[in-house]
């Protein structure tokens, strides 16, 4: 319920409760308003019905600061053709065609067609290309660019279904005393968001391997569909010579491609790194706090609980999830994965009678 429907809510309470006492100051003094307020209130009821008692705003835009009709289809039409610029270099650009207009009012400008950030006025261009048909431009193609390696460099990774590309990384948990030192393999699905993470005492290749044979295949295996590719850093758990490599040989032999991120650019895989924040800050910073955990066994059995919670109970507002769970979005997902993946196969037979 939005504010202003509580707001309608509380109006028709205040109405609904003076009539049944039939005592406008009694049902003022328990609905906390004042009998200038109820008057008011029952007068526009009357007058409107509830359309009447909607909050209506009494400030006005002063049209006269505005900048021209002209001056504004300039600060469009330049947010398309190079959406990459801001409001200073805006103002400094038009400056230079003659046409003059603050940082601040091209801001303005922008916030009243909805173009304030980099990546509405990309959406912009790409929904006015996809209307007319027109060629971009050199500087179009660079913001263009500029977009998709943004998108790399913070996480942001197209996927086009679950079970398209997996995320898998290595995170250091800490010491428990009499076990030694802990690390946690991670692997999380870049569509649903559904993750999954064992505990192991090295970065050890073979752990690696591990986590995908026992936990994450199996899961894939359940629901009748692969897993396509995965994404991981360059870490030696994660790469090595094909041939002798425990973890390269799991994925060849699983038909698994695998993707590297970009050379001192970790962050390429932000969907783990994200998901690692998560954990610390909702299971171990909280979990190393109310117990004192003796063996690997007993951490793993709590991280596991908390893995259920998190993939079937917990609320994801990532890209794809909108509020909904990890496993929610799964599942939903699932029957166009399944109806990709037959393409897929239709498209190998086709090409294998060619």
């Known amino acids: 319920m939005t504010t202003a429907e509580k707001l309608i809510k509380n109006k028709l309470g205040l109405l609904d409760l003076a009539n049944y006492l039939k005592n406008v100051s009694e049902a003022c003094r328990v609905m906390g308003y004042s009998r200038d307020t109820f008057y008011r209130v029952k007068k526009a009821y009357e007058e409107g019905g509830i359309e009447a008692l909607k909050e209506k705003s009494k400030r006005k835009a002063n049209i006269r600061n505005r900048v021209s009709e002209q001056v504004e289809q300039a600060v469009l039409e330049l947010a398309l053709e190079d959406p990459s ?61 500029k977009a998709k390696e943004e998108k790399i460099a913070w996480g942001e990774i197209e996927t086009e279904h679950v079970g398209y590309l997996g995320g898998q990384d290595t995170f250091y948990v800490g010491t428990l005393k009499g076990v030694g030192r802990i690390y946690q393999q991670t692997f999380i699905d870049t569509y649903s968001a559904v993750g999954f993470a064992k505990l192991y005492t090295s970065k050890a290749p073979i752990n690696s391997a591990d986590l995908l044979n026992d936990r994450v295949i199996a899961f894939f295996d359940k629901y009748g569909i692969p897993l396509l590719r995965i994404l991981t850093d360059r870490g030696t758990e994660f790469c090595g010579k094909p041939d002798t490599h425990d973890y390269e040989l799991f994925l060849a032999i699983n038909d698994i491609d695998h993707s590297k991120t970009k050379v001192k650019n970790p962050q390429s895989n932000g969907i783990c790194e994200r998901f690692h924040k998560t954990i610390l800050d909702e299971f171990y910073s909280i979990a190393f706090r109310k117990k004192i955990y003796l063996t690997l066994e007993e951490l793993q059995e709590d991280l596991d609980n908390w893995l259920v919670k998190y993939n079937n109970h917990r609320p ?19 029957p166009l994965a399944k109806e990709k993946m037959l393409g897929m196969e239709s498209n190998d037979r086709l090409a294998l009678a060619a």
């Open 85 to 145: 610029l801001g409001q200073k270099r805006v103002s400094d650009t038009l400056r230079q065609r003659g046409i003059f207009i603050s940082p601040a009012g091209v801001r303005c400008v922008w916030l009243r067609h909805n173009l304030e950030v980099f990546q509405k006025r990309l959406k912009a261009l790409e929904e006015h290309v996809a209307k007319t048909g027109e060629v971009l431009t050199d500087a179009q193609l660079r913001a263009m660019q």
């Open 316 to 334: 994801h507002q990532g890209k794809r999830c909108q509020g909904r769970t990890p496993m929610e979005t799964f599942l939903e997902n699932l």
